[in-house]
């Protein structure tokens, strides 16, 4: 009986045995699909993730250190600063003192004065002079005022002979003063002013050498006047300036009537509220206009 069954019994078990390997095939199938959606899953979540940290670095707030790429230097690059501002467009009340021809045996005597009045003031020296004062020179400078050249001779048929013969006594002079002080200079200031001999040939061969032309618009005639009649000269200027809006600039000179008066100025323009400045390289410089007013000694 058993024997009959047996081609039965043999289906059933190849049956059984087949069922066993297709179940076996499909699982192994839906375990590879499904690390293969994991690897792919996970490949994109790594790639989002590389997205979101690239765009973190292309949004990094830049440091102090960063350099924005607008912004091209070059360290070689000579950079030319221009005149940042003129005496016009000064705020305030502010008066420039100047004082020409020196040193001089009372040059402490002024610097004395100014030093008593916290005021400030520029110095046109002559070259002769800073040599026959160094010490003078250097306490200008240690002080806080500014130095500028007036040339070596003050003789107009000298220095005014030819624009070599110009441009030569202020560079004399500048190599002077920096000889002494350390201060190179290009603040001039010419003999008697730039007006009438300093023709335009004369302004260009200054402009074209570096130099900065200063004049003045209040002459305090201190040369002539005696005793403390510059002061009040100098106030009465200054006045009619202050009125109509004008940043006084007071020529001086170092010499012994000027330096026994010049405590009564600075004490009138302390009490009147003005602010002494020196006068830089930066500023434009201030300086009389030709108008056909200007010729060539013969």
Known sequence: MLKSYRPLIICVVLIIVAFAIVTKF?????????????????LSIDSEDEKVQDKEEDTVEPSEDTVSPEVETNENEEVTEEPVKSIADETGKVVYLTFDDGPSSVSDEILDTLDQFNAKATFFMLEPAMKQYPEAVRRTVKDGHAVGLHG?????????????????EMKTAQDTLESISGV???????????IPYLTDSFREVFDQNGFKLWDWNVDSSDWSLSK?????????????????GITPVILMHDRGETAHHLSTLLQYLQEQGFQTKVIDEHIQAYHFNCYNRCYRLP
């Open 184 to 194: 190179h200079s290009s603040l001039i200031r010419t003999p008697y002013g730039s």
């Open 228 to 244: 403390d009649e510059y002061v009040k000269n100098v106030i009465s200027q200054v006045e009619k300036l202050e009125n109509d």
């Open 152 to 168: 070596v001779t003050h003789n107009k048929d000298i220095f005014y002979k030819s624009e070599q013969s110009a441009l030569g």
């Open 26 to 42: 499909s699982s192994t199938a839906v375990s590879s699909e499904n690390s293969e959606n994991n690897s792919e899953q996970s």
